[in-house]
């Protein structure tokens, strides 16, 4: 396939950034989206030219680092895959194909395509978390019985691999849908309650100094979300919320 790519190029959070064209030829439709980028690096590099920055890890659909907003769609035109599992078969000979980096306040552009996301690792550290005593006292994970619904509701939630696509789609730029899926994973176990009121309160606020945006349940989070993380989470992430709001000091 011969594509017509327009690309985000911005040298760090501090420049301004602007659309380049980079015309490419010889795509294969079996290629996934970020093969089809090193292609376009290669080709780049051998004219001398700078190499698009973008961000990957596992290219497997777990990391969540290769977070692209695809012709105005989070992670491209297919559901529930990230971009390193969308492949070039979904687009067409002679397309022309815009991509972004994320946008959001919570998620400054490093360069190019990358963006910082350290925000929701600063989420995560204000609660997403269980304190255990590992003073040699620590008991099996399935010693405590959990019924299955709620085991695989948590597990659901967990699935959740923190890409930002819900920030990126959102109107509002929220990151609700994350962080709830995250206080749900826990707030279902019975080891996630006993510090149930302090989690979702911790990481609410942290959700607000980090600049992201409510929700106004436009749904669009859900609907773009690369592991169909349900609006359900929030619903569960507000119930805990006003529940700790009545019992913390």
């Known amino acids: 396939m011969n594509l017509t790519l327009k690309i985000w190029r911005q040298k760090n959070a501090d420049t301004n950034g602007s659309i380049e064209t980079y015309p490419i030829s010889g795509v294969s439709e079996d290629m996934s989206f970020l093969e089809m980028l090193d292609v376009l690096n290669e080709q780049l590099i051998n004219t001398g030219k700078e190499p698009v920055a973008f961000d990957h890890d596992c ?13 105005g769609q989070a992670h491209g035109p297919s559901r529930e895959i990230t971009t390193c599992q969308l492949h070039m078969r979904s687009f067409n000979d002679g397309d022309t194909i815009t991509i972004e980096p994320w946008r959001a306040v919570g998620f400054p552009v490093v360069k ?60 509002n730029a929220s990151a609700m849908l994350f962080v709830s899926a995250k206080v749900s994973q826990l707030a279902l176990l019975p080891q996630g309650k006993v510090e149930a009121a302090d989690r979702v309160m911790n990481m609410v606020h942290q959700m607000d100094v980090e600049g992201f945006g409510n929700c106004t349940n436009t749904g669009a989070c859900e609907v773009e979300c690369p592991k169909g993380i349900s609006l359900d989470n929030i619903a569960r992430m507000n119930r805990e919320y006003l529940g700790a709001s009545f019992t913390s000091k």
Not at 59 to 71: A, T, V
């Open 112 to 171: 190019d395509l990358v963006t910082d996301r350290g925000s929701f690792d600063r989420i995560m550290n204000a609660g997403g978390f269980v304190s255990v005593n590992t003073s040699g006292n620590t008991i099996d994970a399935n010693a405590m019985p959990v019924p299955k619904a709620d085991a695989d509701e948590a597990f659901d939630a967990a699935t959740c691999i923190g890409c930002g696509a819900c920030v990126a789609t959102c109107k």
């Open 59 to 71: 290219r497997e659909g777990i990391c969540g680092s290769c977070s692209l907003y695809i012709n």
